[in-house]
């Protein structure tokens, strides 16, 4: 039987040492629940965007951007927003030319 998916995150966040992010992970990539895990790539791209403030803690972006990302593409921008971050959006390595959404942010080098 299948595990509602707020009782599942509620449950997986509850064990010791796993927090919101970690869990939602693991629902999105191994359970494949339609969940937005907020990571430090996430948030930064939200961030330079003007789409979230920047001084914003995890805790509150994870539902607050969970609730506005629709439910169908969820795990594709997630990994995209990863990819993004690790590859182009570097902190302090930022490679603003290859970027292409780099006219829409607001942290533009």
Known sequence: QRMVTETLEAYLAGLPGVGLKTARCVMMYALDRAVFP???????LFVNLGLIDGRMRFEYAQDLLQDVV??????????????HGRAICIPRFEQCGKCAIADLCRNRH
């Open 38 to 44: 907020v990571d430090t790539h996430c948030m930064r």
């Open 70 to 83: 629709p439910l169908e593409i969820r795990k594709t921008l997630h990994v995209n927003a990863v990819a």
